[in-house]
């Protein structure tokens, strides 16, 4: 007896629900990215994560804003690797809207195959396909919003970073232990002996090491001279 089970419309429906998911969270975070990024603004410098309904491709830009609020990284490096970060999340979303448009144009082409060769399927496969065509593409605006908005998101985050450095008291020291880890008991090296001539000569002033990840941070200058 012929199994006639629906197989393929159940996959094509699983299909099309997971599709429309997808667009519909690409689309709320081409909306949300404005309020991401002021809420990250305001709190940089708090121990905190994104919350689990934003989006991870900010993650990176949120932790150089907030290396540069604790001055891990000078205004020069930190607006120049925010940038870089950016234009690279970006280049990934475009590469996903193309795949996206040739996932789609697959799709449009076995219906057609399906068509002409007069497969035994009925019209349910051919509805739930174009669907899902139609839904691997919805997703391509989106994604190419945010692969434009991403560099100035950047940008605004570096100022808001800047600000945020500038209102904290000159003399407010670093919380003790590891950012990596949370050691308490960290390796401190300040001396001109500790440090060497060499770690002096590229203006390193301070190095923290963490003896249990081996994560190593510290504070430098900008030197004098060209290290030889």
């Known amino acids: 007896m012929?199994?006639?089970?629906?197989t393929l419309e159940v996959a094509q429906a699983v299909s099309v629900l997971w599709l429309g998911m997808r667009a519909f969270l690409f689309y709320r975070g081409a909306l949300q990215l404005p309020a991401d990024v002021?809420?990250?603004?305001?709190?940089?410098?708090?121990?905190?994560?994104?919350?689990?309904d934003r989006k991870a491709w900010l993650e990176p830009l949120a932790r150089t804003a907030v290396a540069l609020v604790q001055g891990d990284l000078t205004p020069l490096a930190a607006r120049q690797l925010l940038g870089e970060r950016a234009h690279r999340i970006a280049r990934r979303l475009r590469q996903a809207a193309a795949r996206d448009l040739i996932v789609s144009a697959v799709?449009?082409?076995?219906?057609?195959?399906?068509?002409?060769?007069?497969?035994?399927?009925?019209?349910?496969?051919?509805?739930?396909?174009?669907?899902?065509?139609?839904?691997?593409?919805a997703a391509v605006p989106a994604r190419l919003s945010l692969a434009r908005r991403l560099p100035d998101a950047a940008g605004?985050?570096?100022?808001a970073a800047l600000a945020r450095r500038?209102?904290?008291p000159a003399s407010s020291a670093r919380a003790p232990g590891c950012e990596a880890c949370g050691q308490t008991s960290l390796?401190?090296?300040t001396t001109d002996a500790e440090l060497g001539p060499r770690l002096l000569g590229l203006g390193v002033r301070e190095l923290r090491v963490c003896p249990q990840c081996g994560h190593v941070s510290g504070a430098a200058t900008p030197p004098q001279h060209p290290p030889t």
Do not use: C, M, N
Not at 2 to 6: L, M, N, R, V, Y
Not at 116 to 137: I, K, M, Q, T, W
């Open 2 to 6: 012929a199994d006639e089970f629906p």
């Open 38 to 52: 002021e809420h990250i603004g305001q709190t940089l410098g708090v121990k905190r994560r994104l919350r689990r």
């Open 107 to 137: 799709l449009i082409g076995a219906l057609v195959y399906a068509g002409l060769s007069r497969l035994e399927v009925g019209p349910p496969f051919f509805a739930l396909g174009a669907l899902a065509a139609l839904l691997a593409a």
């Open 156 to 159: 605004q985050l570096a100022t």
């Open 166 to 168: 500038e209102q904290r």
């Open 187 to 189: 390796v401190v090296l």
